[in-house]
């Protein structure tokens, strides 16, 4: 071979190889790009469960409220008291004394 076509070998052997190393560049810029994104997402994702865990605790305790409060509701004490403040009933015996106006 010439020194000629040596020249002309080796140009284009550093043209392929520039070639394919601006190929792995835009891959890896592609990727980290991807990566990127992911990461805002699984952010968003984390913050929106941890959200989601707070309101199932609060309506666990809601929840929790509204039994004990149907229990005390079928009481006996729960009856008296809405009779005497809402409708005015007393016992037989008692006395009730108002402030006058």
């Given amino acids: 071979m010439t020194t000629k076509t040596r020249r002309v070998m080796r140009r284009k052997k550093r043209m392929e190889f520039k070639l394919v190393l601006a190929a792995v560049f835009c891959l890896l810029l592609v990727a980290s790009f991807g990566k990127l994104r992911l990461q805002q997402k699984n952010d968003a994702y984390r913050q929106q469960q941890e959200e989601l865990l707070a309101e199932?605790?609060?309506?666990?305790?809601?929840?929790?409220?509204?039994?004990?409060?149907?229990?005390?509701?079928?009481?006996?004490?729960?009856?008296?008291?809405?009779?005497?403040?809402?409708?005015?009933l007393v016992y037989k015996d008692e006395i009730l004394f108002k402030a006058e106006e």
């Fill in 56 to 88: 199932i605790s609060d309506e666990q305790e809601r929840t929790k409220e509204i039994e004990e409060l149907k229990k005390y509701v079928q009481t006996k004490k729960y009856v008296e008291e809405v009779a005497k403040e809402r409708l005015g």
